[in-house]
């Protein structure tokens, strides 16, 4: 019995440890209406082994979300998701419409950039239908934001009531939020200063005020064309990053249905007779002489030209061997001829050397100090040497001796 009691009891541990492990994350979203969920990196953090477990302290890893639609390798078409460092929060959020009315099953894999650990949670969404009329829309556009920092809902609340001081009441909710780079906006560069810009779009079901009917007079549209000061601006900001551009904000006015467009004339099907069908004639002829003789005639007239060029210069200008001798200097004509009859002597002598006594220059040299006879050494230029050591007088030194 108590063998059937642990094995009880270590089952119940484990189904309950894996139904903890496999809970699943639920969340609603209403159509026409924000979403946003927050992946933080603390709630993931218990789920990894601590670097300093042993210390008593949590080591802040850097980890890197990656989120998909189950059994979709990417996110449903009205979803998306940011994070612009592993050191950040990432973010998923969205504006569902009427065709996005359902469950949507959200596969989230965290990865631990440090040891390389992945682990995975699921977050499900069920998109309701709407809850609340706005028929009155308007969209600002905050320059000196980026949409990581828009997202958290302490920023959203800041932005609300600047916005509810324009509007002249409370009763406002977020529709959308878009980054500007969604919108063909430019990347910045990556300095200080520099944004990419965020728009924000807030409906009520309380007409607009005073101040915000001033973006749809034609006198606020001359103002923003010519660029100069805003004489209307109405905006007001605590914070100055969160300052909306006055003149890059639009009203959407819903309140007033738009006609359907009208439904289109069914014909009888059959087309009407337009006659006999008539070719178009044949293009005229066309005289291409003058073609081929700019692209071919004058280029091989050129080339030509230069080859006779070429070669008059090539050999026509030439010194010639007469020519060369003449301002050549007698002496120097003279020692020329004098090393070449001195190379054919050589060349005679290495032919014939039977009957031709053998020069000094390759006779045995002989070692006076140590008494060893050794075979002469020549340079790398083997004709002028011999020459050179032939005109000169032997040494008795170096003859061997008897």
């Not at 209307?232 to 006015?253: H, M, Q």
């Not at 091989?300 to 230069?306: G, K, S, V």
Request: aromatic share 8%; with cysteine; glycine share 6%.
């Amino acid at each position: 019995m108590a063998v059937r009691g642990s094995w009880a009891l270590t089952l119940t541990v484990s189904v309950v440890s894996l139904l903890v492990v496999q809970a699943d994350i639920m969340g609603y979203a209403s159509v026409g209406q924000l979403f946003v969920y927050e992946l933080q990196r603390e709630t993931f953090q218990h789920e990894f082994e601590p670097f300093h477990k042993l210390y008593g302290k949590v080591h802040n890893d850097p980890m890197v979300f990656k989120c998909n639609r189950q059994l979709f390798p990417d996110l449903p078409r009205w979803l998306r998701f940011t994070q612009r460092h592993p050191y950040d929060n990432g973010f998923l959020y969205g504006t569902p419409l009427q065709e996005d009315l359902g469950k949507n099953i959200i596969e989230i894999f965290v990865t631990n950039k440090r040891s390389y650990e992945t682990f995975k949670e699921r977050l499900v969404i069920n998109v309701g239908p709407v809850v609340k009329l706005m028929p009155y829309q308007a969209e600002f556009f905050i320059e000196l934001r980026e949409i990581e920092k828009v997202l958290p809902s302490e920023v959203q609340e800041e932005i609300k009531q600047d916005i509810q001081l324009i509007w002249d009441t409370e009763r406002l909710d977020y529709v959308n939020i878009t980054s500007a780079l969604d919108r063909g906006g430019r990347v910045p560069l990556p300095l200080a200063g520099h944004f990419e810009g965020v728009y924000v779009k807030l409906g009520s079901d309380q007409p607009y005020s005073k101040c915000l009917r001033r973006l749809q007079t034609t006198a606020h549209q001359r103002e923003c064309e010519a660029g100069g000061k805003i004489s209307g601006d109405c905006s007001k900001c605590i914070i100055p990053a969160n300052c909306i551009t006055w003149c890059k904000s639009t009203l959407i006015d819903l309140s007033r249905p738009v006609p359907p467009p009208p439904a289109p004339t069914v014909g009888s099907g059959i087309l009407a007779w337009g006659g006999e069908f008539n070719p178009p004639d044949s293009p005229p002829e066309r005289d291409f002489i003058p073609d081929y003789i700019i692209t071919v005639i004058i280029p091989f007239a050129l080339a030509l030209i230069l080859c006779l060029i070429l070669a008059y210069v090539m050999c026509c200008r030439r010194e010639g061997v007469q020519k060369r001798d003449t301002m050549t200097p007698e002496i120097q004509l003279y020692h020329h001829h004098t090393i070449h009859g001195n190379t054919s002597e050589l060349r005679t002598m290495a032919d014939g050397r039977s009957g031709v006594p053998q020069p000094l220059s390759t006779l045995p040299m002989f070692n006076a100090r140590t008494g060893e006879t050794a075979p002469p050494q020549y340079p790398s230029d083997s004709v002028h040497i011999p020459l050179i050591m032939a005109q000169q007088e032997p040494n008795v030194d170096t003859l061997p001796r008897k």
